[in-house]
Nanobody
């Protein structure tokens, strides 16, 4: 099975950028579809972005489309989330997940992700 560790979170101001990283070990991420989810205080974990195992197809929540970009480096076994034009409502703990399910039907489904990291906190001040 795969182990995931997120990093790169922090405290930034509105309009700033951050790049989150998700380093995998145990198995290569090239066999998984990878996703980023986030959970704000008092709210459920929600989908932010995902990509296919090859990285050729990406999916985004409407709330982050045009501002966030998911990418992967299979050679480094790492997935990234580039976050630009951050807003206070982006404040959350961001989690990286791995899924063996492919396609748009499953990319946004939290129940299809079998492996999770511990999360990294992103706080955006106004």
């Amino acid at each position: 099975q795969v182990q995931l560790v997120e990093s790169g979170g922090g405290l930034v101001q509105a309009g700033d950028s951050l790049r989150l990283s998700c380093a995998a070990s145990g198995r290569t991420i090239s066999t998984y579809n990878m996703g980023w989810f986030r959970q704000a205080p008092g709210k459920e974990r929600e989908f932010a972005a995902a990509d296919s195992w090859s990285g050729s197809t990406t999916y985004y929540a409407d709330s982050v489309k045009g501002r966030f970009t998911i990418s992967r480096d299979n050679a480094k076994n790492t997935v990234y989330l580039q976050m630009n034009s951050l807003k206070p409502e982006d404040t959350a703990v961001y989690y990286c997940g791995a899924s063996v399910y492919s396609g748009s039907l499953y990319a946004r489904d939290i129940l299809k992700y079998g492996y999770w990291g511990q999360g990294t906190q992103v706080t955006v001040s106004s």
